[in-house]
């Protein structure tokens, strides 16, 4: 690409944003001008000794950069609408990172104020990037596992117990992102219920399970965990035709297709429970691992955000993937101050 | 044991029945009479060309049998009852494959009718009797992993579609009856939502998730699926001081007892946002994979129902451990039909 | 087949006759005459209280019983050669477990023996009829894995230190009947070398290294092990077009066929250096995990020796195999005692 | 630390050059000055457009830089001689990636330079730096495993063919310097026999198998490769007490303390033959997988760097066990030309 790059600034300067501004740095799509955070002296060690690139704890003074064109947002969920407003009503293209807001309000606006100003609004639902899940997409998109049956994820781990969230809001959004971005046309879910525990006393849940259910009859079934000893990150894929797991970390064998299954044909000539009894079959076939690139999914995300600034082209996550994402966070939310209630979803509101 | 051997019969001929055929006759606290089934040359086909054992179709004919002192049955859960009861009936001690029965009424009437006669009655819940499960059991009831926050027990595989039964009566008893089998006196589950998923279209849920709530406020929660084309047998009992994994599959590390986990002290002097902030901490330490013997834990469980009928104890796995397994998959099948309720579970019934 | 069953008689009842006892009950094509030990009492405890099978001490007995018309020998390999002499001259076929015999020259005597007497005689190189040997067998006759570049095969384990055989004689027997078992018509190793030690002070070699060198130059290397805490049984084939992993542990993916590996090209109008750095490149393809079935392979074993005796036909590891088996062994001791010399082995002697 | 940075150059910006540059930017031990590739493109690409340090394609140049105290070398094994000479020379601190140098003779050459001039020369053996193997180090001087019986390493992959190097030039200086960093005072190898094959065809050993005796009688091998579609980095070290398995590809568990074995006990009252029968044991403890801590092995190698040069002592990685593997190196080709032929090492010669 011999076009200018497009001049962006980092804010925040903590856990995500380190990642955000070497992926910036390593593609000529970018240039990266500014890092900024509250705590300078945090995003200067960020930067290391040897940097080029500026350091300001003055978001407005970055925004009045007219080399900036484009703004990344890595700081807790809670800032992200003033932030990202700010930043929209500067004239900059957002990326923020996931969630797109503490609230399925706060991120509508966010989506109206980006759409009014014809600027790109775009989540950062990094792991849809992996190799990994852009080929779970493809094969889902192309009907190569036939239609979904269920999707059981698990995401688990001895993770940090943040203190303004709980783990769903903390790990959901990643399995939520990837349901919402791998599912064909036409399929989504209808209706989320939650269950989740505290064990140990953290004042908000740490382990919990989500069970949605798509308006196909589907089943998509999501664990998580900040209690495990053991890191667990493997996502079943249940269809029609093949079934497909993924272990994410399993670098020599991230992906497999199973030809294995159980088919019901159906017959009209026979009644029902003899139906049945006959026409179960077994498939027990082949295991494919099909070959993946190893790039790194921070990286392709980055030039997708390129992407979508230079054509005007709506972001693969775009702003309202975010939205479709908070929805379902925010019902589970609902449901599991409620005990397990299963909460519908609101399919006609994004339309 | 130089005692005489227990005469006893083995009724069913079908999936299991070959097992208990094969453990009986390993055994010398036994004496294998007779393989009772409708189908005699099915039975016959069992034993094999080479054996002593007898064949019958015909149960009373084996019930008259006064060498016969013990019954074991491996028939559908839907013959349970009338079986166990004639054997009752008719002065045997009875060993039933799990589900202890198709209801919990009927389960009932066994556990009642086996007092009364002063007879053992005994669940086949084989898992119990696993070397894993009886040192998970030792660990739990002597306080060594703590207090149980969580359990997370998963069992799938492309496993056969019962005609009969649902996902849920196929293969949750494993787990319930484990999670019966190690709590500590006095804890126990008081409620469970279910949520599954037919996607093939056989009829019944092929797929499901159960949730429990304990008295104590932990969480278990099994997922049990015959769609998978990958087989897992795994369960994380997430405690307070240690969290052990049990990976059934694993013979050479089945257990793994990891020092590892969160802790949050707890402190009156300073406020409450602060406090958890201040006193959360993570616990890094080393992992301990115990030796476990490689005991079929089935040949342990017959050793079991023999100490039984001899000391005239319960087993370890009596007829109320199968009542108590029998309550909560009656209530997850309310659920399911409800799409997801909470059931609270009657705590008081079984005293 | 309806053919009249194939009376046999298994001699000797330790580690390994009671697999080969319940091996030839599973199958219509032997009838199961005697398990004859000079132990009565352990064969009779491998039988089992319910068995109809007769136990007897008296090979001769055994032998002079015409419904006797083969032999199973699993005794030391010290004694193959007067028991499956005796055999032959009694007209019985022999089946013999690996090692065929003590010695090469041992072995030759029973292959020209049966030879002379027109009898079956055949080596239990059981690994050979695992369902992953044999479709490994298949791949490389059809050529699918192209040629065979290199063999590297890891057999360790806490295992048994046998008091009259090395580690080498006891576990490479397995490696070496499956290389000869797999490899195509016209390539066969030349010569092998090996190193060894014994940490323990056991009298004999614990750990043993076996360097294979083939007609074709291509390596094959063995690592046998009784002292490893972990049990690794893997095989890798490299070939010219594919390489396959066989992993006899993970039964849930026991072959796994890489399109991956390195091309070198030739080119006869560049200069010798340019043209490596040139031709070089690197195949990165899919993986494929063929569904094998999971039959004993114990159990197609005993049907290929019924097979042979049958048709008259060799068996697939016939004599001849074992004794090919026995060349390399006893050329690996000689290495071994010469401190790893690389020991010729004569191709021509077996014609 | 509060001392002045130690100044210093990057000599390379190839493979390796690039890790050697993020771990001196890393660590406040350093001031990284210059980055010198003959390809000052390449270098300037490794450091990216957002950096301070200096490229250039002038070796001279850089060495005259007074603020250059120290040089690090990431150069082909052929141009270590010269390049490191002239960094001496000038009198710099030089580090040099492994190995040494392209044979024994430079390497002493280089060493004795250092010596003369009392400056530090290191080798870049950086698996030795990782928390593994400093554990691994730690538990075998401590005698926490008894004494070593054996060692068998395995590091296979699908590596780049090398056009300069075989493949036991390429991979196994990472086994060999850490059998050195390991083994306690005392013990070390007194022979190497190499095997090896070009499968296919590109002009070198592909393949290699090297076998070490240790004055002790203990046997160590190592498994290089450059064609295997799977990757393997496992190192099992026996020990008279317990044995220890390391597996690099395994983040949750790189390392694992067996306590299972066997055990020869030794009496002078019975004969040969009989005791050993009799005193022979097997133990079947627990496993134990110590916590780690994940440190980039290169940030504490670097960081030694420091240490060796502001303390002036000896690196734990210093020219003399660059010296000790290159013996090995240059004995094991000269085993591997002449077909296995077992090379005794020269242990006096570097006393």
């Known amino acids: 690409m011999t076009q200018t790059p497009i001049g962006v600034a980092v804010v925040g300067a903590g856990y995500w944003g ?7 740095q390593a593609t000529s799509s970018f240039r990266l001008r500014w890092l900024c955070d509250l705590d300078v002296e945090r995003a200067q060690k960020v930067l290391g000794p040897y940097s080029t690139v500026q350091v300001s704890a003055d978001l407005d003074a970055v925004l009045a950069d007219p080399e900036v064109q484009a703004v990344a947002i890595a700081t807790p969920a809670g800032t992200h609408l003033p932030i990202a407003m700010k930043a929209l009503r500067a004239g900059k293209h957002v990326l923020v990172e996931k969630p797109l807001a503490a609230t399925f309000d706060e991120g509508l606006q966010l989506v109206e104020e980006a759409d009014r100003r014809g600027l ?3 989540c950062d639902h990094t792991y849809c990037y992996t190799p990994a899940v852009l080929r779970i997409r493809e094969l889902l998109h192309a009907g190569e596992l036939g239609e979904l049956h269920f999707l059981d994820s698990v995401r688990i ?3 940090l117990v943040q203190r303004d969230i709980d783990v769903v809001w903390d790990l959901a959004p990643h399995d939520l992102s990837i349901l919402d971005f791998v599912l064909p046309e036409g399929v989504h879910p209808i209706s989320v219920a939650a269950h989740g525990a505290d064990g140990i006393g953290a004042g908000r849940a740490c382990v919990a399970y989500l069970t949605l259910e798509l308006n196909t009859g589907a089943i998509a ?4 965990n900040w209690l495990s000893p053991v890191k667990i990150r493997t996502a079943i894929f249940g269809g029609s035709k093949k079934t497909l797991v993924w272990d994410d970390l399993n670098p020599s064998q991230r992906v497999s297709i199973y030809n294995r299954g159980v088919d019901v044909a159906t017959s009209d000539e026979i009644g029902d429970e003899q139906r049945r009894d006959m026409l ?7 295991m494919v691992a099909p ?3 190893e790039r790194e999914a921070l990286r392709t995300m980055v030039e997708e955000y390129a992407r979508a600034i230079t054509t005007g082209e709506p972001a693969l996550t775009d702003g309202r993937a975010g939205l479709r994402v908070l929805e379902i966070l925010q019902a589970a939310s609902r449901s599991l101050a409620e005990g397990g209630t299963t909460i519908k979803l609101d399919e006609g509101h994004m339309a």
């Open 18 to 24: 380190p990642n955000l501004v070497r992926n910036f």
């Open 120 to 122: 790109t609004l775009m």
């Open 157 to 159: 781990n001895l993770g």
């Open 221 to 224: 079934h999501i664990h998580v």
């Open 280 to 286: 179960i079959s077994y498939r027990s076939g082949d």
């Open 291 to 293: 070959a993946l690139n």
